[in-house]
């Protein structure tokens, strides 16, 4: 059974910060990019960074850029998404998801090419 479990979600303040875990099972980890994206209330769901199974390439939204840093642990089929400086606009629930595509993951940083989801964790930046 394919599981991606993300936990690390809760309520900081802003300028605080958070680590996101995603922890996946039931498929060949190594072979997939994974990204995390974030939905908020009334709000489309967007891509926030990814990073990729082929070379270990990441892209960041530019709304997250030089706040956020996510990275694997292969070993552990984990990947992170350290949050530094957050803001009351990151507020979201955040997703991790799996796609399988051999190629750096900002060629398509998509949400309908991901073909795994977790169920999301809440995470709350309070002003």
């Known amino acids: 059974e394919v599981q991606l479990v993300e936990s690390g979600g809760g309520l900081v303040q802003a300028g605080g910060s958070l680590r996101l875990s995603c922890a996946a099972s039931?498929?060949?980890?190594?072979?997939?990019?994974i990204g995390w994206f974030r939905q908020a209330p009334g709000k489309e769901r967007e891509g926030v960074s990814c990073i990729s199974s082929s070379d270990g390439s990441t892209y960041y939204a530019d709304s997250v850029k030089g706040r956020f840093t996510i990275s694997r642990d292969n070993a552990k089929k984990t990947v992170y998404l350290q949050m530094n400086s957050l803001k009351p606009e990151d507020t979201a629930v955040y997703y991790c998801?799996?796609?399988?595509?051999?190629?750096?993951?900002?060629?398509?940083?998509?949400?309908?090419?991901?073909?795994?989801w977790g169920q999301g964790t809440q995470v709350t930046v309070s002003s």
């Open positions: 039931g498929f060949r980890f190594d072979d997939y990019a």
């Open positions: 998801a799996a796609d399988w595509i051999p190629l750096p993951c900002s060629r398509s940083f998509r949400a309908p090419r991901y073909d795994y």
